[in-house]
Antibody, heavy 123, light 111 residues
Framework: QLQLQESGPGLVKPSETLSLTCTVSGDSISSSNYYWGWIRQPPGKGLEWIGSIHYSGSTHYNSSLKGRAVISVDTSKNQFSLRLTSVTAADTAVYYC???????????????WGQGTKVTASS | QSALTQPRSVSGSPGQSVTISCTGTSSDVGNYNYVSWYRQHPGGAPKLMIYEVSKRPSGVPDRFSGSKSGNTASLTISGLQAEDEADYSCCSYAGSYTPYVFGTGTKVTVL
């Protein structure tokens, strides 16, 4: 069974860079034709897609983040990561990594989710 | 790209049916059959309940059904159970530059 686990600092100072990693077990990113995604949820608010990456390295981002997000993949560790630069209080959220199962196209619904990691942007 | 519009809350008694709407535009819900629905219990991760408008992943009870008409998608929960009390979010494809647009979320209360 596929499992995803987010990890990273729970506290980031404003203007600094948020870095999170998603460790995958039960599937190999390098042989998986799916788009792996990052999604976040600010306190009391709805879900927001951040971006997705394919094992080939193809990436897609939410334009609302204005180029601050970078997603990369490390196939040797079976992990993919998120870097979000110049964070502000508005980036405070629970961050999830996820993967579809119902389709290999970009936009396929996310079947598998990590448990989420809470990140607070504060000095 | 704006978030899809959902009612803040809906409620029903056990055994009843409730329907949650998800209103978008002709650029998202109205133009693609890629609407999905997620259930989320407090403190938990989202769980996929419906994908591609009306398909159920393995293990999701047939009490959950999805549909779409024009720019509005709907999730119906029949035979409401206590475990259905949760937040529900819709999501739609809106093109290759915006593959995921989520809804504002709806809290379902079982009376």
């Amino acid at each position: 069974q596929l499992q995803l686990q987010e990890s990273g600092p729970g506290l980031v100072k404003p203007s600094e860079t948020l870095s999170l990693t998603c460790t995958v077990s039960g599937d190999s990113i390098s042989s998986s034709n799916y788009y792996w995604g990052w999604i976040r949820q600010p306190p009391g608010k709805g879900l927001e897609w951040i971006g997705s990456i394919h094992y080939s390295g193809s990436t897609h981002y939410n334009s609302s983040l204005k180029g601050r997000a970078v997603i990369s993949v490390d196939t040797s560790k079976n992990q993919f990561s998120l870097r979000l630069t110049s964070v502000t209080a508005a980036d405070t959220a629970v961050y999830y990594c996820a993967r579809p199962d119902s389709g290999t196209y970009l936009g396929a619904a996310f079947d598998f989710w990590g448990q989420g990691t809470k990140v607070t942007a504060s000095s | 790209q704006s978030a899809l519009t959902q009612p803040r809350s809906v409620s029903g008694s056990p055994g009843q049916s409730v329907t949650i709407s998800c209103t978008g535009t002709s650029s998202d819900v109205g133009n693609y059959n890629y609407v999905s629905w997620y259930r989320q219990h407090p403190g938990g991760a989202p769980k996929l309940m419906i994908y591609e408008v009306s398909k159920r992943p393995s293990g999701v009870p047939d009490r959950f059904s999805g549909s779409k008409s024009g720019n509005t998608a709907s999730l119906t929960i029949s035979g409401l159970q206590a475990e259905d009390e949760a937040d529900y979010s819709c999501c739609s494809y809106a093109g290759s530059y915006t593959p995921y647009v989520f809804g504002t979320g709806t809290k379902v209360t079982v009376l």
